[in-house]
Protein backbone atom coordinates (compact mmCIF):
# COMPACT_ATOMS: atom_id res chain seq x y z
CA UNK A 1 0.00 0.00 0.00
CA UNK A 2 1.30 3.34 -0.88
CA UNK A 3 1.91 6.35 1.88
CA UNK A 4 1.14 9.85 0.84
CA UNK A 5 2.34 12.93 2.57
CA UNK A 6 0.32 15.46 1.80
CA UNK A 7 1.37 18.98 2.91
CA UNK A 8 2.04 22.75 2.09
CA UNK A 9 3.54 23.33 -1.03
CA UNK A 10 7.19 24.60 -0.72
CA UNK A 11 10.02 25.56 -2.89
CA UNK A 12 11.35 22.06 -2.77
CA UNK A 13 8.66 20.10 -4.17
CA UNK A 14 8.89 18.84 -7.90
CA UNK A 15 6.29 20.34 -9.55
CA UNK A 16 7.69 19.69 -13.31
CA UNK A 17 6.42 16.42 -14.60
CA UNK A 18 3.22 17.02 -13.33
CA UNK A 19 0.30 15.62 -15.63
CA UNK A 20 -3.06 14.78 -14.48
CA UNK A 21 -4.64 14.90 -17.99
CA UNK A 22 -6.24 18.12 -17.88
CA UNK A 23 -3.96 21.18 -19.45
CA UNK A 24 -5.35 24.11 -17.26
CA UNK A 25 -4.83 22.07 -14.56
CA UNK A 26 -1.42 20.92 -15.09
CA UNK A 27 -0.36 24.85 -16.32
CA UNK A 28 -1.71 26.09 -13.01
CA UNK A 29 0.71 23.97 -10.96
CA UNK A 30 3.84 24.39 -13.31
CA UNK A 31 3.58 27.87 -14.28
CA UNK A 32 0.71 30.00 -12.01
CA UNK A 33 0.42 28.49 -8.66
CA UNK A 34 3.32 30.76 -6.91
CA UNK A 35 1.79 33.79 -7.62
CA UNK A 36 -1.51 32.69 -5.92
CA UNK A 37 0.82 31.44 -2.87
CA UNK A 38 2.66 35.01 -2.70
CA UNK A 39 0.35 37.02 -3.07
CA UNK A 40 -2.27 34.83 -0.23
CA UNK A 41 -5.09 34.57 -2.39
CA UNK A 42 -5.10 30.62 -1.75
CA UNK A 43 -3.44 27.85 0.63
CA UNK A 44 -2.13 24.73 -2.11
CA UNK A 45 -1.43 21.43 -0.62
CA UNK A 46 0.49 18.81 -2.77
CA UNK A 47 0.76 15.03 -2.43
CA UNK A 48 4.09 13.40 -2.36
CA UNK A 49 4.68 9.56 -2.41
CA UNK A 50 6.59 8.90 1.05
CA UNK A 51 10.01 9.72 0.82
CA UNK A 52 9.92 11.78 -2.54
CA UNK A 53 9.35 15.36 -3.39
CA UNK A 54 7.86 14.67 -6.57
CA UNK A 55 4.35 15.91 -6.57
CA UNK A 56 1.73 13.43 -7.36
CA UNK A 57 -1.77 15.48 -6.40
CA UNK A 58 -2.73 18.83 -5.35
CA UNK A 59 -5.70 20.92 -4.07
CA UNK A 60 -6.22 24.53 -3.38
CA UNK A 61 -8.74 26.10 -0.41
CA UNK A 62 -9.15 29.78 -0.25
CA UNK A 63 -12.02 31.79 0.86
CA UNK A 64 -15.37 31.94 -0.27
CA UNK A 65 -18.75 33.14 0.16
CA UNK A 66 -22.91 31.40 -0.39
CA UNK A 67 -26.39 33.69 -1.25
CA UNK A 68 -27.97 32.54 1.14
CA UNK A 69 -30.97 32.16 -1.04
CA UNK A 70 -29.09 29.77 -2.94
CA UNK A 71 -28.22 27.27 -0.51
CA UNK A 72 -30.29 24.23 0.01
CA UNK A 73 -33.83 24.12 2.32
CA UNK A 74 -31.92 21.83 4.32
CA UNK A 75 -28.23 23.76 5.02
CA UNK A 76 -29.75 26.76 4.91
CA UNK A 77 -32.61 26.19 8.07
CA UNK A 78 -29.16 25.47 10.17
CA UNK A 79 -27.57 28.66 9.52
CA UNK A 80 -28.21 32.42 9.92
CA UNK A 81 -30.22 34.49 7.33
CA UNK A 82 -27.09 36.34 6.78
CA UNK A 83 -27.39 37.34 2.46
CA UNK A 84 -23.95 35.91 2.31
CA UNK A 85 -22.26 32.52 4.35
CA UNK A 86 -18.59 32.33 4.58
CA UNK A 87 -17.34 29.06 3.07
CA UNK A 88 -14.10 27.64 2.33
CA UNK A 89 -13.40 26.89 -1.90
CA UNK A 90 -11.66 23.81 -3.03
CA UNK A 91 -11.02 25.58 -6.02
CA UNK A 92 -8.77 22.80 -7.66
CA UNK A 93 -8.12 18.97 -7.01
CA UNK A 94 -5.77 17.06 -9.55
CA UNK A 95 -4.06 13.33 -9.52
CA UNK A 96 -0.97 12.64 -12.07
CA UNK A 97 -2.13 10.49 -14.31
CA UNK A 98 0.70 7.51 -12.50
CA UNK A 99 -1.96 7.46 -9.52
CA UNK A 100 -5.57 8.34 -10.93
CA UNK A 101 -7.34 5.73 -9.50
CA UNK A 102 -5.70 4.51 -6.74
CA UNK A 103 -7.82 6.74 -4.34
CA UNK A 104 -5.74 9.41 -3.64
CA UNK A 105 -8.40 11.78 -5.18
CA UNK A 106 -10.31 10.57 -2.28
CA UNK A 107 -7.64 11.44 0.15
CA UNK A 108 -7.05 14.65 -1.35
CA UNK A 109 -10.71 15.28 -1.13
CA UNK A 110 -10.67 13.94 2.86
CA UNK A 111 -7.88 15.99 4.05
CA UNK A 112 -8.95 19.01 2.37
CA UNK A 113 -12.25 18.67 3.98
CA UNK A 114 -10.82 18.20 7.47
CA UNK A 115 -8.52 21.22 6.82
CA UNK A 116 -11.85 23.20 6.10
CA UNK A 117 -13.33 21.41 9.56
CA UNK A 118 -10.17 22.46 11.43
CA UNK A 119 -10.13 26.11 10.36
CA UNK A 120 -13.61 27.12 10.53
CA UNK A 121 -12.66 26.97 14.43
CA UNK A 122 -10.57 29.61 13.81
CA UNK A 123 -12.08 31.83 11.02
CA UNK A 124 -15.91 30.93 11.17
CA UNK A 125 -16.49 29.37 7.98
CA UNK A 126 -19.94 27.61 7.61
CA UNK A 127 -19.90 25.49 4.62
CA UNK A 128 -17.25 23.97 2.39
CA UNK A 129 -17.84 24.54 -1.86
CA UNK A 130 -16.10 22.40 -4.27
CA UNK A 131 -15.34 23.91 -8.08
CA UNK A 132 -16.30 21.28 -10.56
CA UNK A 133 -14.43 22.00 -13.98
CA UNK A 134 -16.85 19.37 -16.03
CA UNK A 135 -19.80 16.83 -15.44
CA UNK A 136 -16.41 14.31 -14.34
CA UNK A 137 -15.44 16.02 -11.74
CA UNK A 138 -18.99 16.51 -10.48
CA UNK A 139 -19.64 13.49 -10.76
CA UNK A 140 -16.29 12.70 -8.55
CA UNK A 141 -17.82 15.29 -5.32
CA UNK A 142 -21.34 13.74 -5.57
CA UNK A 143 -20.01 10.06 -5.22
CA UNK A 144 -17.95 11.44 -2.27
CA UNK A 145 -20.19 14.29 -0.15
Not at 33 to 38: G, N, P
Not at 117 to 128: F, H, I, M, R
Request: proline share 2%; glycine share 8%; with cysteine.
Amino acid sequence: MRRWTIGLLSGSHDRSGFDCGVEVLNHYLQRLVSQDVKRRTCAVYVASAEGSNRVTGYYTINASSAHFHELSEEVAKKLPRYPDVPAFLIGRLAVSREFQGSGLGKILLMDAVLRCLQLSDEVGAALVQVDARDEQAAKFYRRHQ
